[in-house]
């Protein structure tokens, strides 16, 4: 009789053990898991880009540009990376940008900077840090250039600098008047520099 109490006893735990190992199997199943696949900050960092490229609109690579200015001279711009602008379609944010214009008097000026701005609509073109650009044997170094359709000239400031075969000459502004064809040459601190050159 002891006998079967014990094995009815072992029987019985037996089915209870069971039964919860069925049950805590069950439940731990149902409960969402706590362990995270990206940290806080890297679910931070994704929200902000994602932010982002919802006002930043679409991103292109290698993008170009080309036409004809008012004065009938042809462009080419181009991008390795731009962005267009969600809330003004007209305006497309540029990296890496090379700009050709090819003059009627067979001339070419070559502008190359590591940001841009690209008016789609007025053709005007903003040229932002690390300016160079490339013009009849001179080469011109800057951070900013602005290209005026519209008005016809090419306004470069900020720490300008000119290099060709007859030295070197620093400026603070300079202004390529595509029409004419001219440039003014000033020199706002110092008063040094003040010049109109006919490049024809």
Not at 68 to 96: C, H, P, W
Not at 119 to 135: H, I
Not at 161 to 170: C, L, Q, S, W, Y
Request: net charge positive; aromatic share 12%; no cysteine.
């Amino acid at each position: 009789m002891d006998r079967k109490k014990k094995l009815r006893i072992i029987q019985l735990s037996l089915l209870i053990s069971g039964v919860l190992i069925v049950i805590f199997t069950y439940m731990s199943e149902k409960k969402p898991s706590k362990e995270k696949i990206f940290t806080e900050e890297k679910q931070k960092k994704i929200q902000r880009t994602i932010d982002d490229e919802s006002v930043a609109g679409d991103i292109f690579f290698n993008i170009e540009y080309s036409g004809l200015d008012l004065s009938g001279n042809r462009y080419i711009l181009r991008s390795k990376k731009a962005f267009s602008n969600k809330s003004n379609t007209q305006v497309v944010n540029m990296e890496e940008v090379e700009a050709i214009f090819y003059f009627k008097d067979d001339t070419i000026l070559n502008v190359w900077s590591d940001y841009g701005i690209y008016n789609n609509k007025t053709l005007d073109m903003n040229f932002n840090k690390n300016v160079k650009a490339s013009y009849a044997g001179s080469e011109l170094y800057a951070n900013k250039a602005e290209y005026s359709n519209s008005k016809g000239f090419l306004n470069i400031s900020e720490k300008v600098k000119v290099k060709d075969t007859r030295g070197t000459m620093f400026a603070d502004k300079l202004l390529f008047d595509i029409k004419k064809q001219s440039l003014n040459i000033s020199s706002f601190n110092d008063g040094k520099i003040n010049a109109n050159v006919n490049l024809k």
